[in-house]
């Protein structure tokens, strides 16, 4: 009886080895996911669709990204730590290498996103659907503003100062802060102030305006327009809006169920840190002062641990 040698085994199994995969026909999950939520963003460019409902499309869009950055995102994000990680079997990615990829197609989808809501927001203004803004505000909408923050806003929210030597508060995720620069009256520096956008009121404020007309004013804004009065003696210097979107990928089953807690009662725990101390992975950012006119409110962002790219 003959007995194969070793270079016939070789032989044998190399003929019998799967060849390699050709990745051209399949998709990174990810990425296809990223393209159904352009495909999305197009139904707002539709010019056949009206108004108010391509604006809804403008917000489902983002309402799905924000979703996907926390979950998607965040468990590839979770997987990348690890030392061997997986192998996407469609794309033949990483996790890391899927995250890099996903941050790539990110720029371009948010510009798409930016102005289409510019161009619609234009489109309602030619309608008489105004929304105000801060540097065009008349006399009288400025008055009503001011009533309207010190009457209604002022009593609910909690301006903070913080600087280097007290620890950073925890942004919830999902909520809206003001940040600013703040220069006080001591030769202190890196002072921070930080307010949050209340959630339990309108953030759509309507102005009193002509028949025929709406106008209407952001919560922000009106937060925007009274600055000068939340912080006491320091003067608010550079302001930015900036909203924090967390890891929000939970896994019910590997935290385990605590002695003497049902599980409905593991899941609230479970879905609150959805809100808080989870990796941040995404900082958005508006910016509603010139960096270059205010230097010393510009630093007091880095030495707090806030480190911000303003977008040009």
Not at 44 to 62: H, Q, W, Y
Not at 170 to 196: F, P, W
Request: proline share 7%; hydrophobic share 35%; glycine share 6%.
């Amino acid at each position: 009886m003959h007995m194969p040698s070793k270079i016939e085994k070789k032989q044998k199994a190399a003929k019998l080895r799967k060849p390699p995969r050709d990745f051209s026909y399949t998709q990174n999950r990810e990425l296809s996911w990223l393209r159904f939520d352009n495909r999305v963003l197009d139904e707002a460019f539709d010019e056949t669709v009206p108004l108010f409902e391509r604006l809804k499309f403008v917000s489902i869009f983002e309402s799905n990204l924000d979703e996907f950055l926390m979950v998607r995102v965040g468990g590839l994000s979770d997987l990348a730590e690890l030392k061997k990680q997986p192998v996407d079997n469609k794309s033949n990615m990483t996790a890391s290498e899927q995250v890099d990829a996903v941050m790539e197609e990110l720029p371009g989808l948010l510009t798409r996103w930016e102005s289409i809501f510019k161009s619609i927001e234009g489109k309602l203004d030619a309608l008489g659907v105004h929304r105000a803004r801060i540097d065009s505000l008349t006399p009288e909408e400025r008055t009503f503003v001011t009533r309207y923050f010190q009457a209604y806003v002022s009593p609910v929210i909690s301006p903070l100062v913080i600087d280097p030597r007290h620890p950073f508060p925890n942004l919830r995720n999902g909520a809206l802060y003001l940040a600013c620069g703040l220069d006080g009256v001591t030769d202190e520096e890196s002072l921070l102030g930080l307010i949050e956008i209340p959630a339990s009121m309108n953030r759509v404020v309507e102005i009193p305006s002509p028949t025929g007309t709406y106008s209407y004013i952001l919560l922000e804004d009106v937060i925007l327009a009274c600055l000068d009065s939340c912080f006491g003696s320091y003067k608010p210097l550079d302001r930015a809006l900036i909203r924090v979107t967390r890891n929000a990928d939970i896994d019910p089953d590997g935290e385990g169920v605590e002695e003497e807690e049902d599980y409905r009662q593991h899941m609230k725990r479970i879905l609150k840190k959805r809100l808080r101390l989870q990796p941040a992975r995404r900082i958005g950012l508006a910016r509603e002062g010139n960096a270059q006119d205010h230097p010393q409110g510009a630093r007091a962002f880095s030495p707090l641990g806030l480190y911000l790219r303003y977008p040009p």
